[in-house]
């Protein structure tokens, strides 16, 4: 019998991550041993959740760089209303798709794509919540960061949640007002909020 998605073959080669809170809670993901994929820990993942923590409920969130997808399903564990997860390697797409189908997520789909191209090509819609996690290596946070902002991809308000290099300060789009930082060993994770058009952010 075939399968659409074969997943990734169990072994010492496949990495996991569980889902640390919400109604998928301790629910574990696979993904790829790519070099390229690093994802979020648990610890600061569950972090960057208790800062948004009010805002995930029913939010539309993007995934921009989804690698294991953990970020974007750990938004839907925890009621967010629809999440896109866009992520070019084709292995760790299928990867993020099997485990859509597998726990019967509705609000969700996973686009096979670089993340440039995704942002040219696909009509924008605002989000409430985008995670940009590009590969530290590819230079793409601060060009993201541009085309999110000058593309309408971002609702007034919007979160964004970032991760660099520790010692990295990269330009963000005037409007983006830090609102939380934390680092782990190497990595920094900040959370950004949009101020709406003419005002001030809180």
């Not at 990867?95 to 924008?124: C, H, K, M, N, Y």
């Not at 007034?156 to 409007?175: K, V």
């Amino acid at each position: 019998m075939s399968r659409p998605s074969p997943p990734v073959r169990r072994g010492a080669s496949v990495r996991t991550l569980r889902i640390i809170g919400g109604f998928w809670r301790g629910r574990r993901l696979r993904f790829p041993p790519t070099p390229e994929i690093r994802p979020t820990p648990d610890r600061v993942r569950e972090t960057l959740f208790n800062w948004i923590a009010a805002r995930v409920p029913d939010a539309r969130c993007l995934d921009l760089f989804a690698g294991s997808g953990a970020l974007g399903l750990e938004a839907l564990s925890r009621g967010a209303a629809r999440v896109i997860f866009v992520e070019r390697d084709p292995a760790a797409a299928r990867e993020i798709a099997a485990r859509l189908a597998e726990w019967g997520a509705r609000a969700a789909s996973v686009e096979q794509t670089d993340a440039r191209e995704f942002l040219e090509r696909v009509p924008a819609a605002p989000f409430d919540i985008v995670f940009l996690d590009p590969p530290f290596a590819s230079m793409l946070l601060e060009e993201s960061a541009a085309r999110l902002e000058q593309g309408g991809w971002l609702s007034s308000g919007a979160l964004m949640y970032l991760e660099c290099p520790a010692a990295a300060a990269p330009r963000l789009p005037e409007g983006w007002t830090p609102v939380k930082s934390k680092r782990a060993g190497e990595v920094g994770y900040h959370l950004y909020s949009r101020a709406a058009r003419g005002t001030h952010s809180e």
